[in-house]
């Protein structure tokens, strides 16, 4: 039965959470229960799974808007999904460090999605992708283009922070090796989306995703396709935290007015003056 489904991998996902409370990093699997697992086709669970749209202090502040409900469907195939990001442990080194698996936040109907390169300190503890500082300038960009972060969908490459050994403190890149081994989980949440348009935020998400490593400088601006999916790579919201300089900010918006038309979507004349010297 689904209900029966549901509840058994509600209670999976629960006792997971409550052994990584106490400190358990990692859980046996028998060689024969990996074989059955693996034999057991994906069963749909129903709507009442674990709900997609995330609510953070982060976005709190965010107005509300009303989405169409999801498909039983593509929401069981997302809980599926999720559970089985959660429990990941591919890379040890990761699995070891994090706090949270940071699978994604937004519409599994969105039109729009932004993809960045793994998450941060902020991240890895609130278990949301961008929710720092970056994460509030992002938000901000997002409404500005006329949309909420509950109708968009964000998510990164990795969904486990790099880890930073002998470090108090920072963040660091993830190698090419952890992006590929991670990757596939944002290939099947593309694939469920099937977004419009996609945005990849800085030089190590276009890396990741176009394997292109000539600089962000050269590729923003410029429409490549992921996936059969218009990609418009950008400046990632940390660097504007870096460089307040009107013109970059001007450059990411004129990044973020191109995928507004890509979509379809009415832009306003103020909308188009921002950032333009008076």
Excluded at 98 to 118: H, I, Q, T, W, Y
Excluded at 133 to 158: D, E, H, P
Excluded at 229 to 250: D, G, V
């Amino acid at each position: 039965m689904p209900d029966a489904y549901t509840q058994l991998l509600d209670a999976t996902i629960s006792h997971l959470e409550s052994l990584k409370s106490r400190g358990t990093r990692f859980v046996t699997v028998s060689p024969e229960n990996l074989a059955a697992l693996a034999r057991t086709p994906r069963r749909a669970a129903v709507a009442t799974a674990a709900p997609i749209i995330s609510s953070s202090p982060s976005s709190s502040s965010s107005p509300v808007t009303a989405t169409a409900p999801v498909s039983e469907a593509k929401a069981a195939a997302f809980a599926e999904l999720r559970a089985r990001a959660l429990v990941c442990v591919k890379c040890p080194h990761l699995a070891g460090s994090r706090k949270n698996v940071v699978f994604g936040v937004g519409s599994p109907d969105a039109s729009l999605m932004f993809v960045g390169e793994a998450p941060g300190a902020d991240e890895d503890e609130q278990a949301e992708p961008f929710v720092g500082k970056a994460g509030q300038l992002l938000t901000k960009i997002i409404q500005t283009m006329g949309f909420q972060r509950s109708s968009v969908y964000i998510a990164n490459i990795l969904k486990c922070r790099p880890d930073t050994p002998g470090q108090s403190a920072g963040n660091r890149k993830p190698t090419p090796e952890e992006m590929q081994t991670c990757i596939p989980y944002l290939h099947e949440q593309i694939d469920l989306i099937q977004p419009k348009v996609i945005v990849a935020l800085g030089a190590t998400a276009v890396e990741g995703l176009l394997g292109k490593t000539i600089g962000i400088t050269k590729l923003r601006g410029q429409w490549r396709t992921y996936r059969n999916i218009p990609l418009m790579p950008t400046y990632h919201p940390a660097y504007l935290l870096r460089n307040q300089a009107l013109s970059e900010k001007r450059r990411v918006w004129e990044d973020m007015l191109a995928v507004l038309e890509k979509l379809g979507a009415p832009v306003s004349e103020k909308q188009r003056g921002f950032f333009l010297k008076a």
